[in-house]
Protein backbone atom coordinates (compact mmCIF):
# COMPACT_ATOMS: atom_id res chain seq x y z
CA UNK A 1 0.00 0.00 0.00
CA UNK A 2 1.41 3.29 -1.26
CA UNK A 3 2.47 6.21 1.57
CA UNK A 4 0.04 8.64 0.08
CA UNK A 5 -3.14 5.87 -0.14
CA UNK A 6 -2.28 5.28 3.55
CA UNK A 7 -2.73 8.41 4.57
CA UNK A 8 -5.53 9.42 2.58
CA UNK A 9 -6.96 6.52 3.93
CA UNK A 10 -6.01 8.51 7.36
CA UNK A 11 -7.37 11.30 6.42
CA UNK A 12 -10.74 10.13 5.57
CA UNK A 13 -11.65 7.79 8.45
CA UNK A 14 -15.13 8.99 10.11
CA UNK A 15 -16.11 11.32 6.78
CA UNK A 16 -18.31 8.96 6.20
CA UNK A 17 -21.18 10.43 8.54
CA UNK A 18 -24.05 11.73 7.01
CA UNK A 19 -25.39 15.48 8.17
CA UNK A 20 -27.65 15.32 11.14
CA UNK A 21 -28.84 17.82 13.80
CA UNK A 22 -26.85 18.14 16.69
CA UNK A 23 -29.79 17.03 19.07
CA UNK A 24 -32.89 15.43 17.97
CA UNK A 25 -35.00 16.96 21.10
CA UNK A 26 -34.31 20.28 22.30
CA UNK A 27 -32.82 20.89 26.11
CA UNK A 28 -34.28 24.24 27.70
CA UNK A 29 -32.62 22.96 31.56
CA UNK A 30 -29.19 23.25 32.59
CA UNK A 31 -28.04 25.22 29.54
CA UNK A 32 -24.51 26.75 30.53
CA UNK A 33 -22.93 30.50 29.73
CA UNK A 34 -20.08 30.81 27.31
CA UNK A 35 -18.32 33.66 26.98
CA UNK A 36 -15.46 33.78 24.45
CA UNK A 37 -12.68 36.32 25.13
CA UNK A 38 -10.44 36.61 22.17
CA UNK A 39 -8.02 38.72 21.79
CA UNK A 40 -6.10 40.49 18.76
CA UNK A 41 -2.36 39.52 18.20
CA UNK A 42 -1.18 38.08 22.17
CA UNK A 43 1.64 35.60 21.71
CA UNK A 44 1.78 32.94 23.46
CA UNK A 45 3.65 34.07 26.22
CA UNK A 46 2.57 37.59 26.10
CA UNK A 47 0.92 37.63 29.47
CA UNK A 48 2.05 37.20 33.27
CA UNK A 49 0.60 33.13 32.83
CA UNK A 50 3.10 30.68 32.47
CA UNK A 51 1.53 28.31 30.03
CA UNK A 52 3.87 25.64 29.92
CA UNK A 53 5.02 24.31 33.72
CA UNK A 54 8.01 23.01 31.76
CA UNK A 55 8.96 26.35 30.35
CA UNK A 56 9.48 29.53 32.55
CA UNK A 57 9.38 31.54 28.95
CA UNK A 58 6.05 30.74 27.87
CA UNK A 59 4.90 33.75 30.37
CA UNK A 60 6.07 37.24 29.75
CA UNK A 61 9.36 38.79 31.21
CA UNK A 62 7.67 41.80 31.20
CA UNK A 63 3.75 42.29 31.30
CA UNK A 64 1.23 41.61 33.77
CA UNK A 65 -1.74 40.27 33.73
CA UNK A 66 -2.87 39.77 37.07
CA UNK A 67 -6.47 38.88 36.37
CA UNK A 68 -5.99 36.62 33.54
CA UNK A 69 -3.79 34.57 36.11
CA UNK A 70 -6.89 34.40 38.38
CA UNK A 71 -8.71 32.73 35.52
CA UNK A 72 -5.79 30.60 34.97
CA UNK A 73 -5.90 29.29 38.30
CA UNK A 74 -9.61 28.50 38.25
CA UNK A 75 -9.43 26.80 34.74
CA UNK A 76 -6.93 24.93 32.89
CA UNK A 77 -4.37 26.24 30.28
CA UNK A 78 -4.00 24.32 27.09
CA UNK A 79 -0.16 24.70 26.48
CA UNK A 80 -0.33 23.52 22.67
CA UNK A 81 -3.53 25.40 21.40
CA UNK A 82 -3.58 26.95 18.24
CA UNK A 83 -4.79 29.65 16.19
CA UNK A 84 -6.10 28.13 12.78
CA UNK A 85 -3.79 30.82 10.75
CA UNK A 86 -1.09 32.70 11.51
CA UNK A 87 -3.34 36.14 10.93
CA UNK A 88 -6.71 37.25 12.54
CA UNK A 89 -9.44 36.73 9.64
CA UNK A 90 -9.54 33.17 8.88
CA UNK A 91 -9.25 32.02 12.28
CA UNK A 92 -11.86 34.06 13.01
CA UNK A 93 -13.88 32.35 10.52
CA UNK A 94 -12.59 28.67 11.79
CA UNK A 95 -14.00 29.58 15.13
CA UNK A 96 -17.30 30.38 14.19
CA UNK A 97 -17.71 27.81 11.42
CA UNK A 98 -15.40 24.57 12.76
CA UNK A 99 -13.50 24.36 9.65
CA UNK A 100 -10.18 25.23 8.44
CA UNK A 101 -9.27 27.92 6.64
CA UNK A 102 -7.62 25.70 3.24
CA UNK A 103 -11.29 23.99 3.80
CA UNK A 104 -13.07 27.55 3.17
CA UNK A 105 -10.37 28.94 1.09
CA UNK A 106 -9.85 32.10 3.08
CA UNK A 107 -5.94 32.14 3.46
CA UNK A 108 -5.74 36.18 4.54
CA UNK A 109 -6.90 39.41 5.28
CA UNK A 110 -8.90 41.63 2.96
CA UNK A 111 -9.56 38.84 0.18
CA UNK A 112 -12.72 38.08 -1.88
CA UNK A 113 -15.19 35.69 0.29
CA UNK A 114 -18.42 35.40 -1.76
CA UNK A 115 -17.43 31.72 -2.56
CA UNK A 116 -18.03 31.20 1.48
CA UNK A 117 -21.46 30.52 2.24
CA UNK A 118 -22.58 32.88 5.09
CA UNK A 119 -25.55 31.52 5.91
CA UNK A 120 -24.67 27.92 6.72
CA UNK A 121 -26.66 26.68 9.68
CA UNK A 122 -23.39 25.54 11.12
CA UNK A 123 -22.55 28.13 13.07
CA UNK A 124 -22.08 28.35 16.76
CA UNK A 125 -25.12 30.73 17.54
CA UNK A 126 -27.31 28.87 15.47
CA UNK A 127 -26.50 25.59 16.36
CA UNK A 128 -26.75 26.30 20.23
CA UNK A 129 -30.27 27.88 19.40
CA UNK A 130 -30.78 24.63 18.12
CA UNK A 131 -29.99 22.52 21.11
CA UNK A 132 -31.97 25.49 23.55
CA UNK A 133 -34.02 27.89 21.68
CA UNK A 134 -33.90 30.15 24.90
CA UNK A 135 -30.21 31.28 23.73
CA UNK A 136 -29.28 34.95 23.15
CA UNK A 137 -26.16 35.67 21.23
CA UNK A 138 -24.38 38.39 21.05
CA UNK A 139 -20.58 40.02 19.85
CA UNK A 140 -19.20 42.85 20.70
CA UNK A 141 -15.50 44.20 19.34
CA UNK A 142 -13.13 43.37 16.49
CA UNK A 143 -15.81 41.60 13.54
CA UNK A 144 -13.27 40.45 11.16
CA UNK A 145 -15.82 38.23 8.88
CA UNK A 146 -17.47 40.18 5.74
CA UNK A 147 -21.28 39.53 6.54
CA UNK A 148 -23.19 40.95 9.82
CA UNK A 149 -22.72 38.76 12.73
CA UNK A 150 -26.98 38.44 12.51
CA UNK A 151 -26.33 36.25 9.61
CA UNK A 152 -24.57 33.61 11.38
CA UNK A 153 -26.88 34.19 13.88
CA UNK A 154 -26.14 36.66 16.60
CA UNK A 155 -28.85 38.61 18.66
CA UNK A 156 -26.74 41.85 19.25
CA UNK A 157 -23.29 42.84 18.13
CA UNK A 158 -21.36 46.03 16.86
CA UNK A 159 -21.64 45.36 13.45
CA UNK A 160 -19.17 44.41 10.49
CA UNK A 161 -16.31 45.78 12.69
CA UNK A 162 -12.15 45.82 11.42
CA UNK A 163 -9.01 47.25 12.86
CA UNK A 164 -9.63 50.49 11.68
CA UNK A 165 -12.57 50.64 14.33
CA UNK A 166 -10.07 50.13 17.25
CA UNK A 167 -7.72 52.89 16.14
CA UNK A 168 -5.87 51.15 13.45
CA UNK A 169 -3.96 53.38 10.84
CA UNK A 170 -2.25 51.03 8.33
CA UNK A 171 -1.28 54.58 6.37
CA UNK A 172 1.17 55.56 9.20
CA UNK A 173 3.31 52.59 9.42
CA UNK A 174 5.44 54.79 11.72
CA UNK A 175 2.43 55.92 14.14
CA UNK A 176 1.30 52.23 14.38
CA UNK A 177 4.51 51.37 17.02
CA UNK A 178 4.44 54.53 19.01
CA UNK A 179 2.68 55.41 22.31
CA UNK A 180 -0.61 56.88 22.35
CA UNK A 181 -2.83 57.93 25.54
CA UNK A 182 -6.51 57.21 25.52
CA UNK A 183 -8.82 56.65 28.04
CA UNK A 184 -10.51 54.07 26.86
CA UNK A 185 -7.43 52.09 24.75
CA UNK A 186 -7.96 49.94 21.97
CA UNK A 187 -12.10 50.25 23.31
CA UNK A 188 -11.47 47.89 25.81
CA UNK A 189 -13.50 49.76 28.41
CA UNK A 190 -16.41 50.33 26.00
CA UNK A 191 -16.36 46.78 24.54
CA UNK A 192 -16.23 45.10 28.06
CA UNK A 193 -19.32 48.14 28.68
CA UNK A 194 -21.65 46.57 26.20
CA UNK A 195 -20.62 42.84 27.23
CA UNK A 196 -21.66 43.86 30.90
CA UNK A 197 -24.64 45.29 29.85
CA UNK A 198 -25.61 42.25 27.53
CA UNK A 199 -24.73 39.84 30.79
CA UNK A 200 -27.07 41.62 33.43
CA UNK A 201 -29.75 41.89 31.00
CA UNK A 202 -29.81 37.77 30.75
CA UNK A 203 -29.27 37.35 33.59
CA UNK A 204 -32.47 39.66 34.35
CA UNK A 205 -34.07 37.51 31.96
CA UNK A 206 -32.60 34.24 33.77
CA UNK A 207 -31.66 33.39 29.88
CA UNK A 208 -28.74 31.27 28.85
CA UNK A 209 -26.52 32.66 26.55
CA UNK A 210 -23.03 33.26 24.35
CA UNK A 211 -21.15 36.03 24.24
CA UNK A 212 -17.99 36.40 22.38
CA UNK A 213 -15.54 39.67 23.53
CA UNK A 214 -13.31 40.31 20.37
CA UNK A 215 -10.43 42.90 22.10
CA UNK A 216 -9.38 45.19 19.53
CA UNK A 217 -5.98 45.13 21.69
CA UNK A 218 -3.28 44.26 21.58
CA UNK A 219 -2.97 45.31 17.32
CA UNK A 220 -1.39 48.24 16.66
CA UNK A 221 -1.78 51.44 16.94
CA UNK A 222 -0.45 51.08 20.31
CA UNK A 223 -2.50 52.79 22.72
CA UNK A 224 -3.12 52.82 27.05
CA UNK A 225 -3.99 54.88 29.61
CA UNK A 226 -1.02 57.38 30.91
CA UNK A 227 -1.05 56.14 34.40
CA UNK A 228 -0.29 52.38 33.05
CA UNK A 229 2.12 53.56 30.66
CA UNK A 230 3.61 55.32 33.32
CA UNK A 231 3.91 52.46 35.77
CA UNK A 232 5.98 50.50 32.89
CA UNK A 233 8.23 53.05 32.17
CA UNK A 234 9.61 52.52 35.84
CA UNK A 235 10.14 48.95 35.76
CA UNK A 236 13.00 46.99 34.47
CA UNK A 237 11.91 45.57 30.81
CA UNK A 238 12.43 41.87 29.89
CA UNK A 239 15.35 40.23 27.60
CA UNK A 240 12.56 39.72 25.11
CA UNK A 241 9.82 41.75 25.34
CA UNK A 242 10.74 45.38 26.50
CA UNK A 243 8.38 47.78 24.34
CA UNK A 244 6.54 49.75 27.82
CA UNK A 245 3.38 51.16 25.37
CA UNK A 246 2.40 47.62 24.51
CA UNK A 247 3.16 46.37 27.92
CA UNK A 248 0.54 49.02 29.34
CA UNK A 249 -1.37 47.89 26.75
CA UNK A 250 -1.50 44.54 27.52
CA UNK A 251 -2.58 45.13 31.52
CA UNK A 252 -4.72 48.01 30.37
CA UNK A 253 -6.86 45.01 28.64
CA UNK A 254 -6.34 42.66 31.47
CA UNK A 255 -8.08 45.41 33.95
CA UNK A 256 -11.48 44.94 31.41
CA UNK A 257 -11.12 41.27 31.41
CA UNK A 258 -10.77 41.69 35.26
CA UNK A 259 -14.05 44.34 35.35
CA UNK A 260 -15.91 41.12 33.00
CA UNK A 261 -14.90 38.81 35.79
CA UNK A 262 -15.74 40.91 38.60
CA UNK A 263 -19.19 41.19 37.31
CA UNK A 264 -19.90 37.66 36.40
CA UNK A 265 -18.77 36.81 39.67
CA UNK A 266 -20.88 39.64 41.10
CA UNK A 267 -24.18 38.16 39.31
CA UNK A 268 -23.47 34.94 41.00
CA UNK A 269 -22.75 33.29 37.53
CA UNK A 270 -19.81 32.13 38.08
CA UNK A 271 -21.04 27.88 38.47
CA UNK A 272 -22.79 28.50 35.30
CA UNK A 273 -20.70 29.81 32.71
CA UNK A 274 -17.76 28.70 30.81
CA UNK A 275 -14.95 31.36 30.13
CA UNK A 276 -12.32 30.74 27.45
CA UNK A 277 -9.84 32.84 26.87
CA UNK A 278 -7.53 33.08 23.46
CA UNK A 279 -5.60 35.19 21.10
CA UNK A 280 -6.78 35.34 17.09
CA UNK A 281 -2.68 34.78 16.27
CA UNK A 282 0.67 34.94 17.51
CA UNK A 283 2.13 38.18 18.41
CA UNK A 284 4.19 40.34 15.99
CA UNK A 285 8.02 39.60 16.64
CA UNK A 286 9.13 42.73 16.71
CA UNK A 287 7.91 46.57 16.51
CA UNK A 288 8.34 47.50 14.30
CA UNK A 289 8.09 44.51 11.52
CA UNK A 290 11.29 43.17 9.80
CA UNK A 291 11.91 40.11 8.23
CA UNK A 292 15.26 39.01 9.13
CA UNK A 293 16.00 39.03 13.43
CA UNK A 294 17.36 36.57 15.35
CA UNK A 295 15.44 36.77 18.60
CA UNK A 296 11.61 38.35 18.85
CA UNK A 297 9.12 38.97 21.59
CA UNK A 298 7.86 35.06 20.93
CA UNK A 299 10.71 33.44 22.26
CA UNK A 300 11.29 30.56 22.95
CA UNK A 301 8.46 30.32 19.86
CA UNK A 302 10.06 30.79 16.71
CA UNK A 303 9.34 33.63 14.35
CA UNK A 304 5.84 35.02 14.54
CA UNK A 305 2.34 36.52 13.42
CA UNK A 306 2.12 35.97 9.28
CA UNK A 307 4.28 32.19 9.71
CA UNK A 308 2.63 29.17 10.48
CA UNK A 309 6.09 28.55 12.64
CA UNK A 310 5.07 27.95 16.18
CA UNK A 311 5.43 31.96 17.23
CA UNK A 312 2.82 32.61 14.81
CA UNK A 313 0.26 30.27 15.55
CA UNK A 314 0.45 28.59 19.35
CA UNK A 315 -1.89 30.84 21.42
CA UNK A 316 -2.58 31.49 24.99
CA UNK A 317 -5.65 29.29 26.03
CA UNK A 318 -7.55 28.89 29.10
CA UNK A 319 -11.06 27.79 29.83
CA UNK A 320 -12.69 27.93 33.19
CA UNK A 321 -16.08 26.71 34.50
CA UNK A 322 -18.38 23.94 35.70
CA UNK A 323 -16.83 20.71 35.89
CA UNK A 324 -13.21 22.23 34.70
CA UNK A 325 -9.93 20.84 36.27
CA UNK A 326 -8.81 24.02 38.00
CA UNK A 327 -4.91 25.02 38.00
CA UNK A 328 -3.69 22.63 35.46
CA UNK A 329 -2.03 22.83 32.13
CA UNK A 330 -3.37 20.27 29.19
CA UNK A 331 -0.61 18.87 26.75
CA UNK A 332 -3.29 18.61 24.43
CA UNK A 333 -2.94 20.02 20.83
CA UNK A 334 -5.95 21.59 20.16
CA UNK A 335 -7.41 24.28 17.44
CA UNK A 336 -10.06 26.92 16.46
CA UNK A 337 -12.03 24.44 14.59
CA UNK A 338 -12.59 22.18 17.93
CA UNK A 339 -13.94 25.82 19.44
CA UNK A 340 -17.69 25.17 17.71
CA UNK A 341 -17.93 21.12 18.49
CA UNK A 342 -16.68 21.93 22.21
CA UNK A 343 -18.96 23.99 23.13
CA UNK A 344 -21.78 22.14 21.19
CA UNK A 345 -20.71 19.16 23.50
CA UNK A 346 -20.91 20.64 26.63
CA UNK A 347 -23.92 22.83 25.64
CA UNK A 348 -25.79 19.32 24.62
CA UNK A 349 -23.89 16.98 25.45
CA UNK A 350 -23.94 14.95 21.89
CA UNK A 351 -21.13 16.01 19.21
CA UNK A 352 -21.92 17.67 15.81
CA UNK A 353 -21.68 15.17 13.37
CA UNK A 354 -21.19 16.19 9.56
CA UNK A 355 -18.83 15.83 6.37
CA UNK A 356 -17.32 19.55 6.59
CA UNK A 357 -16.48 19.43 9.91
CA UNK A 358 -12.87 19.78 10.92
CA UNK A 359 -12.88 20.13 14.29
CA UNK A 360 -13.42 18.33 16.88
CA UNK A 361 -14.45 18.25 20.90
CA UNK A 362 -11.87 19.09 23.97
CA UNK A 363 -15.15 18.74 26.48
CA UNK A 364 -13.74 15.63 27.67
CA UNK A 365 -9.60 16.57 28.14
CA UNK A 366 -10.92 19.60 29.91
CA UNK A 367 -13.50 17.86 32.30
CA UNK A 368 -10.96 15.35 33.40
CA UNK A 369 -7.31 15.71 33.89
CA UNK A 370 -6.46 17.48 30.83
CA UNK A 371 -5.07 14.50 29.23
CA UNK A 372 -6.43 12.07 25.83
CA UNK A 373 -6.87 13.23 22.71
CA UNK A 374 -9.83 14.93 20.67
CA UNK A 375 -11.46 13.02 17.88
CA UNK A 376 -11.53 14.92 14.66
CA UNK A 377 -13.20 13.90 11.22
CA UNK A 378 -9.76 14.56 9.79
CA UNK A 379 -6.90 13.20 13.11
CA UNK A 380 -4.66 16.71 11.97
CA UNK A 381 -4.21 20.03 12.47
CA UNK A 382 -4.16 21.50 9.01
CA UNK A 383 -2.47 25.48 8.79
CA UNK A 384 -2.65 27.10 4.95
CA UNK A 385 -0.67 30.09 3.80
CA UNK A 386 -0.58 30.27 -0.13
CA UNK A 387 1.47 33.50 -0.84
CA UNK A 388 4.57 35.38 0.04
CA UNK A 389 4.41 37.69 2.71
CA UNK A 390 7.54 40.22 2.82
CA UNK A 391 7.43 41.32 6.80
CA UNK A 392 7.28 37.11 7.30
CA UNK A 393 9.33 34.57 5.75
CA UNK A 394 7.88 35.47 2.20
CA UNK A 395 7.93 31.59 1.55
CA UNK A 396 4.64 30.36 1.06
CA UNK A 397 4.32 27.73 3.08
CA UNK A 398 1.93 25.01 4.68
CA UNK A 399 2.38 22.81 8.02
CA UNK A 400 0.51 19.84 9.61
CA UNK A 401 0.34 18.55 13.16
CA UNK A 402 -0.23 15.28 14.35
CA UNK A 403 -0.18 14.16 17.63
CA UNK A 404 3.33 16.19 18.43
CA UNK A 405 5.17 16.15 15.28
CA UNK A 406 4.88 19.17 12.74
CA UNK A 407 5.59 19.13 9.66
CA UNK A 408 6.44 22.16 7.32
CA UNK A 409 6.31 22.71 3.42
CA UNK A 410 7.83 25.25 1.55
CA UNK A 411 6.31 26.09 -2.05
CA UNK A 412 9.19 27.70 -3.13
CA UNK A 413 11.47 24.48 -3.97
CA UNK A 414 8.98 21.93 -1.83
CA UNK A 415 11.61 22.03 1.28
CA UNK A 416 10.21 19.74 3.99
CA UNK A 417 11.02 20.78 7.89
CA UNK A 418 10.00 17.95 10.40
CA UNK A 419 9.54 18.87 14.10
CA UNK A 420 9.38 16.81 17.47
CA UNK A 421 6.73 19.65 19.03
CA UNK A 422 7.23 18.20 23.21
CA UNK A 423 11.08 18.89 23.30
CA UNK A 424 11.05 21.31 20.15
CA UNK A 425 8.63 23.84 19.99
CA UNK A 426 11.33 26.81 19.13
CA UNK A 427 11.79 24.61 15.83
CA UNK A 428 15.57 24.45 15.94
CA UNK A 429 15.96 20.50 15.17
CA UNK A 430 15.13 19.21 11.76
CA UNK A 431 14.34 15.34 11.59
CA UNK A 432 12.88 15.50 7.83
CA UNK A 433 16.65 13.58 7.74
CA UNK A 434 16.30 11.08 10.31
CA UNK A 435 12.57 10.68 10.65
CA UNK A 436 12.39 9.87 6.86
CA UNK A 437 9.11 7.87 6.62
CA UNK A 438 7.61 9.80 8.97
CA UNK A 439 8.33 13.02 6.65
CA UNK A 440 6.72 11.05 3.87
CA UNK A 441 3.83 10.07 5.63
CA UNK A 442 3.18 13.85 6.93
CA UNK A 443 3.38 15.17 3.59
CA UNK A 444 1.16 13.09 1.80
CA UNK A 445 -1.59 13.21 4.66
CA UNK A 446 -1.26 17.16 4.24
CA UNK A 447 -1.34 17.26 0.32
CA UNK A 448 -4.09 14.60 0.54
CA UNK A 449 -6.19 17.15 2.82
CA UNK A 450 -5.41 20.08 0.59
CA UNK A 451 -6.46 18.11 -2.18
CA UNK A 452 -9.78 17.04 -0.67
CA UNK A 453 -10.95 20.51 0.63
CA UNK A 454 -9.64 21.78 -2.62
CA UNK A 455 -7.35 24.63 -1.00
CA UNK A 456 -5.88 27.72 -2.82
CA UNK A 457 -2.32 26.63 -4.07
CA UNK A 458 0.43 28.95 -4.61
CA UNK A 459 2.15 29.86 -7.56
CA UNK A 460 5.31 32.20 -8.46
CA UNK A 461 4.10 35.51 -7.91
CA UNK A 462 1.15 35.43 -5.33
CA UNK A 463 2.10 37.26 -2.46
CA UNK A 464 0.05 38.60 0.63
CA UNK A 465 -2.02 41.37 -1.87
CA UNK A 466 -2.67 39.37 -4.76
CA UNK A 467 -6.11 39.57 -6.38
CA UNK A 468 -8.53 36.92 -5.67
CA UNK A 469 -6.61 34.30 -3.80
CA UNK A 470 -9.53 32.09 -3.87
CA UNK A 471 -9.65 31.80 -7.54
CA UNK A 472 -5.88 30.59 -8.33
CA UNK A 473 -5.66 27.17 -8.92
CA UNK A 474 -6.38 24.43 -5.92
CA UNK A 475 -4.72 21.33 -5.36
CA UNK A 476 -6.98 18.46 -7.43
Request: net charge positive.
Amino acid sequence: MSIVFKAFLFLCVGLQLDTHDVVSEPNTTNSPNFIVILVDDQGWNGTSVQMSDKEPLSKSDYHLTPNLKKLANNGMRFSSAYASAPVCSPSRYAIQLGQTPARLRMIRVGMNTNHINHNTPFTIPKLLKKINPNYKTAHFGKWGIDVDPSVLGYDESDGITGNKDGGFDYKNHKKQWRNNISEDPKKIFSTTNSAIDFIERQADDNSPFFLQISHYAVHSDIMMREATLDKYQGLPKGKYQNHAGFAAMTEDLDTGVGLLLDKIKALGLENDTYIIYTSDNGAVPMMPPRMRYINGSNTPLSRGKWDAMEGGIRVPFIIAGPKIKAGIESRVPISFSDLLPSILDIAGNKLPQYDHLDGGSFKKVAFKNGKGKVKRNNDAIVFHVPYENGIALKRAHSAIIVDNFKLLKFYDNNQLMLFELNSDYGEKNDLSQVLIEKTKTLEATLEAYLTKVKAPKWQPGIHWKSKSLEKINSFH
